[in-house]
């Protein structure tokens, strides 16, 4: 490719509208293109980025007995209505109507399309297991699409999902895709992506992972253990912590304390600190807007997965009204709550002594709470807290729990029989007896690879990619191109590559050597080479780096040998 | 691949909704599968046949200059608003709103989406001329949605546009990819496909051409001429016929015809032929409802879309009413009509003599008709007919046309500044001044090619895939695979053909040879191997081809060599 030709503007300014460091290199470096809220074309270098890490990711997937498929993005809404999804998912789910008025779909996974190609097809116990797969676009209308491609509506996907006759063969399978997971990751650049262990959310199922990349900029957190091999994200976190209480004979104590509303408030009042208090979370549940009250160390937050999961409901923040009859917010307490509500007790509460609550009285508080001691009935504690930076890590106990942001760059789940029971997808076992194939399945955006890879392989200037992903392999900065010499030799240079089976990019354009270097940087290619009056004098190119770690003059005459096995070095480097 | 884990049912029957060979092949032989109207999913047979081609057809667009780019498959309407298609295309455009209520659209061509990625991006006249493509799912909301992949309402197109300074630059890269769907359809197994000139329609511009794959079930005509090279479709085809008129004499003479309504019975009670009878077709304008009338010789039929380009709008049949004036539509005629309508003469009806015609009253005739001498005012004659078998050619003048129905393939349009002027896309040129740039289009239905490639490349028992494009290259069907040897022979050859970098299937199936046999009809791979008892007791595999046209026996100690080189022969003989 010449740059000449190359569409695309690479500019120096930082777009407004940009707040991550590879969504600006991805806009200031030609390669991405906003075309509505969430929605880009992409420009030949990012095309090429992508279509490299699809081939990746289907090499792999292949290898793990895969077969691509490839279902459709618009769909009937019959198929939505057979699992009940299609009233069970918000408006992230795209409906409209056909012509002929038919209800239809965007599809923004593709369980109901995947069981419908399935089924009435495995029809025995013989057919199992199998994996299929698909790359294809996917539209999810995200409330808050942000980060270019991190976070788009309109995005490539690939999405695997595979059929099992018993749940042990399907965790023989999942932990094979676990391994084609760590093994893509590697190939496109990325060996320190960890998977951790999450919540299936409205994809059903028990068993989850998210693959993160640890970034400043990822909007999930991931929870880590210094000491051992515990991580989670930060919804299925166990949150252990320990209380060190107050006086252990302090009676129960009703305290005046007017205008002493928020935790602070309270700390500053009684002289204590945020874990010697006991704090009221409220909550309405979402069908039937009743009340529900947590009550957790004033010092923790609530993991509101952990709730929801609990209830079986979703829940909201109740911002309407204080479900504590007519308490200000601040003052409700666990007891003497006298509210009808669902009252859930966090497990931070445990040992705790001489702690300060709600006396659900406005203006009041009680001292000397001790949870197992004052609260009425036999309540039982347990885990609905976000866990924090220093908690202990539940599986190795030391007080080890760090908190990291990562972009989920993957994810894969074990279904069960939620679909496949929903739609009767059916199989005869060995005994002759009908039966419901288990499920699992793995998803990878493309988009949102590349643009992690770019996130975390930069410096200042642009994005360096690996030799696996790049968008070219060799880029000619041919200086000077007026100069009959340098214009006839980088021409030469680059027709031989090319004939070398290299992928190259020429810069052909008559602009100066900074700006060549400039646009060279953003367009990330990982192996530089300079042609200029100079170089050509003394019969040599020069090559160097993108990540600077070498730049040597080669002979003019071993260019092409040189350059093809540094390449193939490059590149082999990335294989596993 | 093994056969037993491949998705996919292969059965006899005919499948009631499937009309066309390929149809039938690719639903009884496991390709695809109907999800809904016009929406399929694909095996991995049809994903493979399918990625084949998209990856021929890459090449071609890369080496005739192209950049591959990837626009959104969901678009704000804003675009569509620009060029003005929003409104004008009808409810072929899907239309929904998304969740922020913003009008969006499902991209059915991608025109406006390219121009917004190219305007102020290519802004000088140097960056001219370039050409971008993508490979990608469009959904256009067809009426009429039939013949399986041939006209799908969902499809996985090629769209490329070109972009140039000049009209003289675009038709020169216009001859060069026409050279390049040349070249595509060669590699993909049907180089007897023959472009067409054709009607531009809602794309605009003037200057269009089809690929026709000539084909019984094609619903497009095709106008061939047997003696010279003019081909068109139909609805661009000039007609030319003759006229060999009655007595030059006759007189205009009124004859009292009751119930004499249609063309038959006005041959029948005057003794003549229909071609020497003037029949009056009815229309009515799109927009406004303005009655058309055209007087056209009764043995042809009219041409809508030349009336169409000569009004310059849109032509509905008149189904509502007679526009002659309360007069029963047989009797409508050109001499004496006091409509208020457009009125528009074919130029059959140029040197006609003693015809008969309506005469503008119910039940009465005019007969001995010369239009030129009996029309009022001076009548301009047009060619607004369809040309059919045996008419002139307009190129060579011998009454040699002939009328085939073909599969279109693919096509390519010069668009002009239609979109570049109303989405306002300017370069400066080389004396500072602001133009716009001209675009040239490009496209082809991935899954339609395939399907067309089955429609010819078929036997009675499935389809025979040319090796360029087939699923895999060799099928190794293992007879009586439950014999020790047969399964270890097989296996062993399966491993090294992919070894080898063959791409292989391999029946592993415990099913008789006769299913084997007909399912590998079915799925079409050009080469076949059997291994059964007999074929091991003598040491040797049966090397077969899908089209019969050689079956060897090879020793088992060359298989391996000999099919490698085989497949590679095969390759070759379609390379161009």
């Known amino acids: 490719?010449?740059?000449?030709?190359?569409?695309?503007?690479?500019?120096?300014?930082?777009?407004?509208?940009?707040?991550?460091?590879?969504?600006?290199?991805?806009?200031?470096?030609?390669?991405?293109?906003?075309?509505?809220?969430?929605?880009?074309?992409?420009?030949?270098?990012?095309?090429?980025?992508?279509?490299?890490?699809?081939?990746?990711?289907?090499?792999?997937?292949?290898?793990?007995?895969?077969?691509?498929?490839?279902?459709?993005?618009?769909?009937?809404?019959?198929?939505?209505?057979?699992?009940?999804?299609?009233?069970?998912?918000?408006?992230?789910?795209?409906?409209?109507?056909?012509?002929?008025?038919?209800?239809?779909?965007?599809?923004?996974?593709?369980?109901?399309?995947?069981?419908?190609?399935?089924?009435?097809?495995?029809?025995?116990?013989?057919?199992?297991?199998?994996?299929?797969?698909?790359?294809?676009?996917?539209?999810?209308?995200?409330?808050?699409?942000?980060?270019?491609?991190?976070?788009?509506?309109?995005?490539?996907?690939?999405?695997?999902?595979?059929?099992?006759?018993?749940?042990?063969?399907?965790?023989?399978?999942?932990?094979?895709?676990?391994?084609?997971?760590?093994?893509?990751?590697?190939?496109?650049?990325?060996?320190?992506?960890?998977?951790?262990?999450?919540?299936?959310?409205?994809?059903?199922?028990?068993?989850?992972?998210?693959?993160?990349?640890?970034?400043?900029?990822?909007?999930?957190?991931?929870?880590?253990?210094?000491?051992?091999?515990?991580?989670?994200?930060?919804?299925?976190?166990?949150?252990?912590?320990?209380?060190?209480?107050?006086?252990?004979?302090?009676?129960?104590?009703?305290?005046?304390?007017?205008?002493?509303?928020?935790?602070?408030d309270v700390c500053s009042f009684f002289s204590i600190t945020a874990a010697q208090t006991c704090k009221a979370v409220l909550y309405r549940k979402g069908e039937s807007g009743e009340p529900v009250i947590v009550f957790i160390r004033g010092d923790l937050e609530v993991n509101e997965t952990k709730v929801r999961n609990f209830l079986k409901e979703d829940v909201r923040p109740d911002t309407e009204s204080a479900p504590g009859g007519g308490i200000a917010p601040g003052f409700v307490g666990p007891v003497g709550l006298r509210a009808k509500a669902a009252v859930l007790y966090d497990r931070s509460l445990l040992g705790g002594r001489g702690m300060v609550c709600g006396a659900n009285e406005t203006g009041y508080h009680y001292a000397g709470f001790a949870p197992e001691r004052d609260l009425p009935g036999a309540p039982v504690f347990r885990d609905f807290a976000k866990t924090r930076e220093g908690a202990l890590c539940p599986v190795c106990g030391k007080r080890s729990i760090t908190v990291r942001n990562g972009i989920e760059v993957g994810n894969i789940f074990q279904l069960g029989t939620k679909y496949t029971a929903s739609m009767n997808m059916q199989y005869v076992d060995a005994n002759g007896a009908p039966q419901y194939p288990v499920m699992g399945c793995y998803g990878i955006g493309v988009g949102r690879l590349a643009a992690s890879v770019c996130e975390v392989r930069r410096d200042g200037y642009g994005p360096i990619w690996p030799m696996s992903i790049a968008p070219w392999q060799v880029h000619i900065c041919a200086i000077h191109a007026d100069a009959a010499e340098v214009s006839e030799r980088a021409s030469k240079l680059y027709a031989d590559l090319l004939e070398a089976g290299v992928e190259v990019l020429l810069d052909d354009r008559a602009v100066s050597a900074g700006v060549m270097f400039s646009d060279a940087d953003l367009l990330g290619v990982p192996v530089r080479v300079t042609v200029s009056p100079k170089t050509c004098a003394r019969g040599v190119i020069e090559v160097s780096a993108r990540d600077k770690s070498f730049s040597n003059d080669v002979a003019s005459t071993d260019a092409v040998k040189y350059l093809k096995d540094l390449v193939r070095s490059m590149l082999i480097r990335l294989a596993v």
Request: hydrophobic share 40%.
């Open 1 to 264: 490719m010449k740059m000449s030709r190359l569409l695309g503007l690479r500019f120096k300014e930082t777009p407004a509208d940009c707040r991550i460091q590879s969504h600006i290199f991805m806009t200031r470096g030609g390669y991405i293109k906003n075309v509505g809220n969430g929605i880009f074309s992409l420009f030949t270098p990012a095309r090429r980025v992508a279509r490299k890490i699809e081939n990746i990711i289907r090499e792999e997937m292949d290898r793990a007995g895969g077969q691509e498929v490839l279902l459709p993005v618009a769909m009937p809404a019959a198929l939505w209505k057979e699992s009940g999804r299609f009233d069970g998912v918000k408006s992230e789910l795209v409906r409209f109507k056909d012509r002929g008025g038919n209800d239809m779909v965007l599809g923004m996974t593709h369980e109901e399309a995947v069981v419908h190609l399935a089924r009435n097809t495995a029809r025995s116990y013989a057919d199992y297991p199998f994996m299929v797969y698909q790359i294809q676009t996917k539209f999810r209308d995200e409330p808050r699409a942000r980060g270019g491609l991190i976070r788009a509506r309109e995005f490539t996907m690939k999405d695997a999902y595979s059929f099992h006759t018993s749940q042990e063969d399907l965790e023989e399978y999942y932990r094979r895709c676990h391994g084609a997971y760590e093994r893509i990751f590697s190939r496109v650049g990325i060996p320190e992506v960890i998977s951790v262990r999450s919540d299936p959310g409205m994809m059903g199922g028990e068993i989850a992972h998210e693959f993160m990349l640890l970034a400043d900029v990822g909007e999930d957190t991931v929870v880590l253990c210094g000491e051992c091999d515990f991580r989670s994200n930060m919804e299925t976190a166990e949150c252990v912590v320990e209380n060190e209480g107050g006086a252990a004979t302090a009676a129960l104590e009703r305290a005046e304390t007017p205008g002493v509303k928020s935790i602070a």
